[in-house]
């Protein structure tokens, strides 16, 4: 049997193509070796996004983005997390093998409490509950599916350490294997995604190319990427711009080299070096926003799909929730 691994798509707004080639990309990649399965945050989301209409469209905004990006629910499963009811039960019964002074040492609620604490003032402002506990919930998310892998970034390691804390926790109590402890798959060699001045592209920044703005808009905002003073003339190393960089994430091999060997000819402007990014970040990115497009035009076919991938989950859920629940007398 494969082993299963289990991503979470916490739901943000505005998906840009740094998040296409260093989170997305990569876990569509997982369905090649794993039993793969997706899930979008949205109770998760609620910590942070009290604007309903807000939420509601930002969960299919993912939803619709991760489909259009290759995602293939016919062989994965995807689902919300909002529609596995076991999920919240299995994170109050797993709150009962949590000591509080685990969530104090995680770094996001930490690191709220140290802001407020340097403004002087209620170290808890602003704080709710939901933060708090994220990481029980985010431990329900993995534990329900007796996921082996989860594949996260490096600021997520402590929270599947947490989850292996707590699980453990869990089995020492029973004296049995009753929850599967999962393992990070850290991913190390994503692509880093240069913005358009050239830190890490991210939404904090504003500094990002969405991922399925219509044509023109992609034309702008690559107008936009910021470039030095060299004239057309002068030789230019691609390697140290980010317009070279990211045409490599779009390129082949043999388009980078001939780039590459015309930027160290001198003769070609940062205006047309803009333009063969264009073309070529167009050519991948226009199937994938007429795919974007067409989900978003019809969102009860996308909640079927959705609603489809639940049917496919619940049972995994409720047979963990049982299990645990038997183990624990409550049965
Ligand atoms: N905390 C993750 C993030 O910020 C999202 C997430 C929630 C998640 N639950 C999860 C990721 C379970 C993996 C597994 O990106």
Redesign the pocket.
Same mark, same amino acid.
């Given at each position: 049997m494969k082993e299963v691994s289990?991503?979470?798509i916490?739901p943000t707004g505005d998906l840009h193509i740094g998040n296409y080639f260093g989170a997305i990309k990569p876990a569509l990649e997982l369905a090649k070796t794993y039993d793969a399965r997706y899930f979008i945050?949205d109770y $998760?989301g609620l910590n942070t996004m009290k604007d309903p209409a807000e939420l509601n469209s930002t969960i299919r905004h993912v939803a619709a983005g991760w489909l259009a990006a290759g995602l293939d629910p016919e062989k994965v499963i995807l689902y919300r997390q909002s529609s596995i009811p076991e999920v919240f039960e299995l994170t109050i019964m797993l709150t009962a093998f949590t000591s509080k002074g685990l969530m104090n040492r995680a770094h996001a609620y930490k690191a709220a409490v140290q802001e407020n604490a340097e403004k002087g003032g209620d170290v808890d402002a602003g704080i709710n509950m939901g933060l708090f506990t994220y990481p029980i919930l985010?431990a329900a998310?993995?534990i329900i599916f007796d996921s082996d892998v989860?594949p996260?970034g490096k600021d997520?390691v402590q $929270?599947i350490e947490m989850a292996q804390d707590i699980a453990q926790a869990v089995n020492a109590n029973y004296g049995k294997p009753v929850l599967k402890i999962p393992r990070a798959g850290v991913q190390e060699n994503t692509a880093v995604v240069p913005g358009l001045d050239g830190r890490k592209m991210s939404k904090s920044y504003g500094n990002t190319i969405p991922l399925f703005a219509p044509e023109k808009t992609l034309h702008k905002t690559i107008m936009r990427v910021v470039t030095n003073s060299q004239t057309v003339d002068e030789p230019k190393d691609p390697e140290s711009s980010q317009i070279y960089l990211l045409y490599k994430l779009f390129a082949t091999a043999e388009e980078q080299a001939a780039l590459a060997a015309r930027y160290r000819a001198g003769g070609m402007g940062w205006g047309e070096a803009k333009e063969e990014l264009f073309r070529a970040a167009n050519r991948d990115l226009a199937p994938m926003r007429e795919r974007y497009d067409a989900i978003m035009a019809d969102i009860p076919a996308l909640d079927r799909i959705l609603a489809q991938g639940a049917e496919k989950a619940r049972p995994i859920a409720a047979a963990t929730v049982k299990r645990f629940r038997k183990a624990a007398g409550i049965d």
């Open positions: 289990l991503t979470g916490k945050a $998760h985010m998310d993995i989860v996260v997520q $929270h």
